[in-house]
């Protein structure tokens, strides 16, 4: 599996992990379970997980290859 389709693969999956959030929080308000603390919490996970942003940082030498391996990585077929 190729690192795109691998970092699309985690993304995917964070998407249904906030869903799951979402329904775990409103299957908890229907059955009474939900009070405000564990409300607000379960949106702040969510919010987090659909908003976080991988970072990847290439440092090195002059003339060392960054730009390569950065192509190789993110522009291969």
């Known amino acids: 599996m190729s690192f795109n389709e691998q970092f699309d693969q ?13 329904l775990l929080a409103e299957w908890m308000k229907d059955h009474d379970l939900l009070d405000a603390a564990v409300e607000e919490r379960l949106q702040r ?17 002059f003339s060392r290859g960054k730009s390569e391996l950065i192509n190789a990585i993110f522009f291969a077929g």
Request: net charge positive; glycine share 4%; charged share 35%.
């Open 45 to 61: 996970l969510e919010s987090q997980v659909r908003s976080d942003k991988v970072m990847v940082a290439f440092v090195a030498e």
């Open 10 to 22: 985690h993304g995917a999956w964070r998407r249904e992990f906030a869903l799951r959030l979402k």
